[in-house]
């Protein structure tokens, strides 16, 4: 993957998909930047930047872009043609919704399996995927073989487990827990995080 | 609010927050620039800039800022210490999960009512939220006085409720469904896009 590419532009990316499969649905085989540009609220300039990074060969100067040409591009830059196997640690309101969605094969992540403290949720299943307890996670993450978590515990216990899971092999945790989370430097972790959003949406409400 | 701030420096402020208050728990009082830069993976020089705007005279030239100060400041400027009613329309899985959230409280957003179609849920009530038919959300904006919607509804009946939502007087619209929305340009559209963290992430894990 190119490493030259900025985290905007990687950000962009699922939105010019979504953009692009919304064209298709509506049987519109042909997109120029124009109307990507005024999808996206960045300019023409900017869309032949970012489209040039994922799908290089797949315009001629002046001509519109042939709309599947650039969807499966998109999907192969974005990684969601290969499977990523990850766990789910916290099986509460948001992790039971996260468990149950559908949408994530399409984006590349396949949740394992989830794991709790709760005796009463632990041993059974959501949507297909096993609850196990979490005094098993050394074992069950090593049997696994899995590398990516996804975190939705209550506040006061996520750095104790995030610790856990870095002692026992995961090397990449998405967050939603809304804490900062001290870790060492080769793991990755990304913040989920709603304050963010929400911080952003009510700074848009009030410049109105 | 100074509209002269970034968007990338309103998404920092809760990151700040949520540093500073795990900092109070630790009763750490004063902090200075390093820790703060090192914590959000900024430069010092940027930390001062970002807290010059909410919090203008807290600190000296040298001198550690204190904790508490900053924490008011910060939730003053985000709004934490004001009350923004919303509804949530679609309780599926992540409306359901979103409606019994008690941490919106604490960022200055109450949910008032969940709307759907399906009649086996209407009339129920979520952690004390009424859940009411779809088919009185044109009533129902107009009784609570609501501007702002969160949306978590399937995807192909979205674009659909959106445009009912801005006929009916909703101005700001949290968006949970990874889909592209029209909307006009007055009305406030914000997403919250599982689909953009994630890309981000598999592209750092990727990178490693």
Known sequence: MNTKVSLKQIERYPVYLNVLLSLRNSCINKVNSRLLADALGVSEEQVRKDLQIVSPHSSKPGCPRDVDT?????????????????????????????????????????IVAGFDIDPSITGESIEGKPIYSIFNLDNKIKELG????????????????????????????????????????????????????????????NKK
Not at 155 to 168: A, F, G, P, R
Not at 177 to 189: C, G, K, M, R
């Open 70 to 110: 650039l969807i499966n591009h998109l999907k192969e830059y974005l990684g969601y043609n290969q499977i990523n196997k990850a766990i789910l640690v916290g099986v509460g309101h948001l992790g039971s919704a996260l468990l149950s969605f559908k949408g994530f094969d399409d984006y590349g992540l396949d």
């Open 146 to 205: 899995v590398e990516v978590a996804i975190v939705t515990t209550p506040k006061d216990v996520t750095q104790e487990i995030v610790n856990k899971l870095i002692n026992s092999g995961i090397k990449a945790i998405w967050n939603f827990v809304p804490i900062h989370l001290e870790h060492p430097d080769n793991i990755v972790v990304e913040n989920m995080d709603l304050a963010r959003s929400l911080a952003v949406f009510f700074h848009r409400i």
